[in-house]
Protein backbone atom coordinates (compact mmCIF):
# COMPACT_ATOMS: atom_id res chain seq x y z
CA UNK A 1 0.00 0.00 0.00
CA UNK A 2 1.23 3.37 -1.06
CA UNK A 3 1.33 5.41 2.27
CA UNK A 4 2.21 8.46 0.99
CA UNK A 5 -1.05 8.16 -1.52
CA UNK A 6 -3.05 8.08 1.26
CA UNK A 7 -1.70 10.58 3.38
CA UNK A 8 -2.34 12.88 0.15
CA UNK A 9 -5.78 11.04 -0.26
CA UNK A 10 -6.40 12.67 3.36
CA UNK A 11 -4.58 16.06 3.19
CA UNK A 12 -1.76 14.92 5.65
CA UNK A 13 1.24 16.94 5.09
CA UNK A 14 3.11 16.71 8.17
CA UNK A 15 5.60 13.09 9.25
CA UNK A 16 3.81 10.59 11.00
CA UNK A 17 5.26 10.37 14.47
CA UNK A 18 3.82 7.23 16.58
CA UNK A 19 2.44 9.81 19.38
CA UNK A 20 -1.39 10.54 20.70
CA UNK A 21 -0.82 14.35 18.56
CA UNK A 22 -0.60 12.44 15.18
CA UNK A 23 -2.89 9.68 15.43
CA UNK A 24 -5.25 12.69 16.70
CA UNK A 25 -4.62 14.59 13.28
CA UNK A 26 -4.94 11.21 11.19
CA UNK A 27 -8.05 10.50 12.71
CA UNK A 28 -9.76 14.10 12.22
CA UNK A 29 -8.21 14.31 8.91
CA UNK A 30 -8.82 10.88 7.36
CA UNK A 31 -13.33 11.17 8.25
CA UNK A 32 -13.28 14.96 6.72
CA UNK A 33 -11.56 13.63 3.50
CA UNK A 34 -13.21 10.34 3.24
CA UNK A 35 -16.69 9.92 3.60
CA UNK A 36 -18.98 7.46 4.92
CA UNK A 37 -20.73 5.70 2.04
CA UNK A 38 -23.08 2.98 1.18
CA UNK A 39 -23.66 3.02 -2.57
CA UNK A 40 -21.64 0.21 -4.25
CA UNK A 41 -24.10 -1.74 -1.53
CA UNK A 42 -27.17 -0.05 -2.27
CA UNK A 43 -26.10 -0.44 -6.20
CA UNK A 44 -25.57 -4.00 -5.44
CA UNK A 45 -21.75 -3.60 -6.57
CA UNK A 46 -19.53 -6.41 -4.61
CA UNK A 47 -17.19 -5.17 -1.89
CA UNK A 48 -14.07 -7.07 -1.34
CA UNK A 49 -12.39 -6.98 1.81
CA UNK A 50 -8.87 -6.93 0.32
CA UNK A 51 -6.69 -3.94 0.58
CA UNK A 52 -5.65 -3.89 -3.01
CA UNK A 53 -9.53 -3.54 -4.24
CA UNK A 54 -9.96 -1.44 -1.09
CA UNK A 55 -6.99 1.09 -1.79
CA UNK A 56 -7.73 1.28 -5.20
CA UNK A 57 -11.41 2.20 -4.92
CA UNK A 58 -10.98 4.78 -1.37
CA UNK A 59 -7.75 6.31 -1.60
CA UNK A 60 -7.10 6.51 -5.68
CA UNK A 61 -10.58 6.21 -7.32
CA UNK A 62 -11.32 8.63 -4.70
CA UNK A 63 -14.64 6.84 -2.97
CA UNK A 64 -15.58 6.59 0.35
CA UNK A 65 -16.75 3.32 2.15
CA UNK A 66 -18.44 1.65 5.24
CA UNK A 67 -16.58 0.52 8.35
CA UNK A 68 -14.70 -2.75 7.05
CA UNK A 69 -13.08 -0.52 4.19
CA UNK A 70 -12.69 2.44 5.89
CA UNK A 71 -11.36 0.85 8.90
CA UNK A 72 -9.19 -1.87 7.05
CA UNK A 73 -7.67 0.43 5.29
CA UNK A 74 -6.88 2.92 8.06
CA UNK A 75 -5.67 -0.78 9.92
CA UNK A 76 -3.03 -0.85 7.68
CA UNK A 77 -2.13 2.98 7.59
CA UNK A 78 -1.79 2.67 11.26
CA UNK A 79 0.16 -0.50 11.11
CA UNK A 80 2.78 0.62 8.46
CA UNK A 81 3.45 3.72 10.47
CA UNK A 82 4.51 2.07 13.25
CA UNK A 83 1.53 2.44 15.59
CA UNK A 84 0.56 -0.63 17.48
CA UNK A 85 -2.58 -1.17 16.16
CA UNK A 86 -5.58 -3.92 15.92
CA UNK A 87 -9.20 -4.53 14.56
CA UNK A 88 -11.93 -5.33 17.14
CA UNK A 89 -15.77 -6.58 16.87
CA UNK A 90 -18.72 -4.33 17.08
CA UNK A 91 -22.39 -4.49 17.76
CA UNK A 92 -24.39 -1.86 17.26
CA UNK A 93 -27.25 -0.57 18.91
CA UNK A 94 -30.54 -0.80 17.19
CA UNK A 95 -33.47 1.51 17.00
CA UNK A 96 -35.84 -1.02 18.60
CA UNK A 97 -33.36 -1.25 21.95
CA UNK A 98 -32.05 -4.09 20.67
CA UNK A 99 -28.01 -4.86 19.47
CA UNK A 100 -26.74 -6.64 15.84
CA UNK A 101 -25.00 -9.70 15.03
CA UNK A 102 -21.23 -10.31 16.58
CA UNK A 103 -18.79 -8.99 14.03
CA UNK A 104 -21.65 -6.71 13.00
CA UNK A 105 -18.95 -3.65 12.95
CA UNK A 106 -15.31 -3.31 13.06
CA UNK A 107 -13.19 -0.73 15.06
CA UNK A 108 -9.76 -0.16 15.98
CA UNK A 109 -7.94 -0.14 19.03
CA UNK A 110 -4.85 1.63 19.65
CA UNK A 111 -1.71 0.52 22.20
CA UNK A 112 -0.14 3.93 23.20
CA UNK A 113 1.83 4.94 26.13
CA UNK A 114 0.56 2.65 28.29
CA UNK A 115 -3.09 3.00 27.50
CA UNK A 116 -5.74 2.27 24.69
CA UNK A 117 -7.73 4.10 22.29
CA UNK A 118 -10.66 3.53 20.00
CA UNK A 119 -10.33 4.79 16.75
CA UNK A 120 -12.67 4.56 14.50
CA UNK A 121 -12.54 5.99 11.11
CA UNK A 122 -16.08 4.10 9.44
CA UNK A 123 -19.11 4.48 11.63
CA UNK A 124 -20.25 7.69 10.08
CA UNK A 125 -21.73 10.40 12.74
CA UNK A 126 -19.49 9.31 15.61
CA UNK A 127 -16.05 10.81 17.36
CA UNK A 128 -13.58 12.95 15.42
CA UNK A 129 -10.79 11.89 17.72
CA UNK A 130 -9.89 9.21 19.52
CA UNK A 131 -11.48 7.99 22.63
CA UNK A 132 -9.13 6.66 25.65
CA UNK A 133 -10.24 2.94 27.39
CA UNK A 134 -11.38 4.24 30.60
CA UNK A 135 -14.81 3.20 31.41
CA UNK A 136 -16.49 6.28 33.23
CA UNK A 137 -14.57 9.13 32.23
CA UNK A 138 -16.59 11.68 29.98
CA UNK A 139 -14.03 12.53 26.86
CA UNK A 140 -14.89 14.95 24.03
CA UNK A 141 -13.90 15.19 20.54
CA UNK A 142 -14.74 19.01 20.04
CA UNK A 143 -18.04 18.72 19.70
CA UNK A 144 -20.02 15.92 21.00
CA UNK A 145 -19.58 14.16 24.72
CA UNK A 146 -18.26 10.11 24.86
CA UNK A 147 -18.41 8.11 27.72
CA UNK A 148 -16.72 3.96 27.30
CA UNK A 149 -19.17 1.90 29.61
CA UNK A 150 -17.33 -1.19 31.14
CA UNK A 151 -19.78 -4.83 31.90
CA UNK A 152 -22.28 -4.16 29.69
CA UNK A 153 -23.72 -7.69 29.62
CA UNK A 154 -25.66 -8.77 26.54
CA UNK A 155 -26.68 -12.33 25.31
CA UNK A 156 -25.17 -13.24 28.60
CA UNK A 157 -21.83 -11.99 27.71
CA UNK A 158 -19.82 -8.62 28.88
CA UNK A 159 -19.01 -6.13 26.34
CA UNK A 160 -17.28 -2.59 26.67
CA UNK A 161 -19.97 0.25 25.33
CA UNK A 162 -18.87 3.61 23.52
CA UNK A 163 -22.13 5.59 24.33
CA UNK A 164 -22.47 9.44 23.09
CA UNK A 165 -23.99 12.43 25.14
CA UNK A 166 -27.92 13.11 23.85
CA UNK A 167 -28.92 16.50 24.89
CA UNK A 168 -32.54 15.93 24.51
CA UNK A 169 -32.76 12.81 26.55
CA UNK A 170 -30.05 14.70 29.26
CA UNK A 171 -27.91 10.93 28.89
CA UNK A 172 -25.47 8.92 27.28
CA UNK A 173 -26.44 7.01 24.38
CA UNK A 174 -24.95 3.30 23.16
CA UNK A 175 -23.57 3.76 19.92
CA UNK A 176 -22.42 0.24 20.02
CA UNK A 177 -20.73 -2.58 22.02
CA UNK A 178 -17.16 -3.89 21.36
CA UNK A 179 -14.68 -6.10 23.37
CA UNK A 180 -11.07 -6.13 23.41
CA UNK A 181 -10.17 -8.86 21.51
CA UNK A 182 -7.85 -8.48 18.64
CA UNK A 183 -9.53 -10.04 15.31
CA UNK A 184 -8.28 -10.87 12.14
CA UNK A 185 -9.69 -9.97 8.87
CA UNK A 186 -11.29 -13.10 7.50
CA UNK A 187 -13.53 -12.67 11.11
CA UNK A 188 -15.27 -10.20 9.00
CA UNK A 189 -16.49 -11.94 5.93
CA UNK A 190 -19.77 -13.23 6.88
CA UNK A 191 -21.19 -9.98 8.22
CA UNK A 192 -19.83 -8.00 5.22
CA UNK A 193 -21.15 -10.50 3.37
CA UNK A 194 -24.57 -10.41 5.01
CA UNK A 195 -24.72 -6.53 4.67
CA UNK A 196 -24.70 -6.48 1.07
CA UNK A 197 -26.61 -9.76 0.24
CA UNK A 198 -29.41 -10.32 2.87
CA UNK A 199 -32.75 -8.22 2.54
CA UNK A 200 -32.96 -7.41 6.02
CA UNK A 201 -29.66 -4.74 5.79
CA UNK A 202 -29.98 -2.00 6.41
CA UNK A 203 -27.23 -0.71 4.08
CA UNK A 204 -29.13 -2.58 1.44
CA UNK A 205 -32.48 -0.86 1.47
CA UNK A 206 -30.52 2.76 2.46
CA UNK A 207 -28.02 5.17 0.18
CA UNK A 208 -26.22 6.77 2.38
CA UNK A 209 -23.29 9.25 2.56
CA UNK A 210 -21.93 11.42 4.65
CA UNK A 211 -19.35 14.20 5.70
CA UNK A 212 -18.54 16.24 8.95
CA UNK A 213 -18.12 20.03 8.16
CA UNK A 214 -16.27 22.79 9.73
CA UNK A 215 -19.54 23.96 10.69
CA UNK A 216 -21.48 20.29 11.38
CA UNK A 217 -22.11 17.50 9.06
CA UNK A 218 -23.97 17.19 5.96
CA UNK A 219 -25.74 13.74 4.76
CA UNK A 220 -26.85 12.26 1.55
CA UNK A 221 -30.01 10.04 3.18
CA UNK A 222 -32.12 8.37 -0.22
CA UNK A 223 -33.07 10.82 -1.85
CA UNK A 224 -32.81 13.72 1.03
CA UNK A 225 -29.34 16.00 1.47
CA UNK A 226 -29.13 16.95 4.83
CA UNK A 227 -27.10 19.80 6.20
CA UNK A 228 -26.66 21.17 9.75
CA UNK A 229 -25.09 24.08 10.02
CA UNK A 230 -24.47 25.15 13.82
CA UNK A 231 -26.90 23.48 15.32
CA UNK A 232 -29.60 24.02 12.60
CA UNK A 233 -30.75 21.22 10.54
CA UNK A 234 -31.91 21.89 6.46
CA UNK A 235 -33.14 19.19 4.15
CA UNK A 236 -33.47 19.44 0.37
CA UNK A 237 -35.04 16.57 -1.46
CA UNK A 238 -32.72 15.63 -4.59
CA UNK A 239 -34.09 14.17 -7.39
CA UNK A 240 -32.53 11.32 -9.16
CA UNK A 241 -30.88 13.64 -12.22
CA UNK A 242 -29.09 15.18 -9.20
CA UNK A 243 -27.28 12.60 -7.22
CA UNK A 244 -24.09 12.76 -9.15
CA UNK A 245 -23.91 16.47 -9.19
CA UNK A 246 -24.52 16.10 -4.71
CA UNK A 247 -21.89 13.69 -4.16
CA UNK A 248 -19.11 15.52 -6.75
CA UNK A 249 -20.05 18.83 -4.75
CA UNK A 250 -20.45 18.35 -1.52
CA UNK A 251 -18.70 14.86 -0.75
CA UNK A 252 -15.64 15.08 -3.60
CA UNK A 253 -16.20 12.27 -5.29
CA UNK A 254 -14.78 11.22 -8.58
CA UNK A 255 -17.61 10.23 -10.84
CA UNK A 256 -15.97 8.27 -13.64
CA UNK A 257 -15.19 5.22 -10.97
CA UNK A 258 -19.21 5.52 -10.11
CA UNK A 259 -21.33 2.95 -11.26
Not at 118 to 123: E, N
Not at 126 to 132: D, G, R
Not at 214 to 219: D, V
Not at 224 to 232: A, P, S, V
Request: with cysteine.
Amino acid sequence: MDTSGYLRRINYNGVVYRDLATLRQLLYNHVFAIPFETLDIYNQVPILLQTNFLYQKVIYDNRGGYCYELNVLFHNLLTLTGFDVSMVAGRLHHCNGNFGREFEHMALLVKLNGRQWLVDAGYGDFSLAPLSIAPGEIQSDGRNFYQIIDNVIVDGRAYLAVAKWNASKQDFKIDYLFTETPRALGDFHAMNEYHQTLPESHFRRSLICTLPTKEGRISLINNKLIRTENGKRQVKIIHGDQRDEVLEKYFNMDLVYLI
